[in-house]
């Protein structure tokens, strides 16, 4: 019988970590990486306990590993920096895991990150920060393969989130000039079968891959097809005059979502962020935008739970 790899999950008790634990857990000796200490509901998966600002930590949380899946995205200040701000935090953390990466010899880390915008003018401090996580987890002997992921849309996931919970708390919406960006937002299940398929294979060492959905769709649109799904007659249209600021507040205060983790989200949705080519995905499942929707809003789908001491 063929021995397992192991694979460290840094994030793993994020939406996208949670979910490739359920999926994968009988593929991989997974060592799920999280700052609170875990109590395991499945004896298969391995819970470490990891400070990634510490180096030594996160060289005694990797030993062994085979592969990393890197997930750590702040959002906000730390309390352990109280005066920087999240692209500091991020780009620490990443260094961090870079080295200790290198120090256990690991074979391939897979970070999944965001579609840049082609034009890369003026982009987002949340865009550009995740693209120097990239350059950092990258920057020493342990191949990299970032997966650059339009919105990834499922159960329990954060952004898809603010759009469920503006529907369902405002029956009009006068919806500020960004949302008239496009996007490809994809299935988390076509996102995880992207990063399984990517991790440990040599050929894509080192190039960065875009995933996204088959369907261009404006910002607007994906609240259309959620308040149609969610049986809610709501008047979405568009208005020139909505400042970022006032976007920031309107989005937070009606989706009840930390300005912390709004704020360099919504900067970030003024992009067009399209796919260049979509070559990579043709091996993949296919779901349309409306079946991703309807399984994101589906109650009966479980959302699997990270028990925290």
């Known amino acids: 019988m063929k021995q397992k790899k192991k694979l460290a999950i840094a994030g793993a008790s994020g939406f996208i ?76 953390l990443a260094d961090n895991f870079s080295r200790a990466a290198e120090a256990c010899s690991l074979s391939h880390i897979v970070y999944v990150g965001g579609i840049l915008p082609k034009d890369n003018l003026n982009i987002s ?26 919105i990834i849309i499922g159960p329990g996931g954060s952004s898809f989130n603010i759009v469920k919970k503006l529907v369902k708390n405002l029956p ?52 259309k097809l959620t308040a149609k799904e969610m049986k809610k007659k709501r008047w979405i249209f568009s208005v020139p005059f909505f400042s970022l600021g006032m976007s920031k507040l309107w989005v937070g205060l009606f989706s009840g979502s930390s300005p912390n983790f709004v704020s360099p989200l919504i900067e970030s949705l003024r992009h067009d962020m399209t796919l260049k080519d979509q070559d990579f995905l043709s091996i993949f499942p296919k779901f349309t935008l409306t079946e991703t929707i309807k399984r994101a809003l589906d109650k009966s789908v479980i959302i699997p739970k990270i028990p925290v001491v």
């Open 172 to 223: 009009v919406m006068a919806c500020p000039s960004w949302t008239k960006s496009n996007n490809q937002p994809i299935d988390l299940r076509v996102a995880l079968d992207c990063i399984n398929y990517t991790l440990g294979n040599s050929s894509l060492y080192g190039h960065p891959i875009e995933i996204g959905g088959t369907q261009i769709v404006q910002y607007m649109d994906l609240l």
């Open 125 to 150: 401090k949340h865009l550009q920060s995740r693209y120097e996580v990239e350059r950092a987890l990258g920057s020493r002997q342990t191949p990299i393969t970032p997966i650059r992921a339009g």
């Open 17 to 92: 970590g949670r979910w490739f634990i359920e999926t994968y857990k009988d593929d991989y000796h997974i060592i799920a990486l999280s700052r609170k200490k875990i109590t395991p509901s499945n004896s298969d998966i391995e819970w470490r306990t990891v400070d990634l600002f510490s180096i030594s930590s996160s060289t005694e949380a990797l030993e062994g590993v085979d592969y990393a899946l890197y997930l750590v995205h702040s959002m906000q200040p730390s309390t352990r920096l109280n005066q920087s701000n999240f692209e500091d935090t991020d780009l620490l």
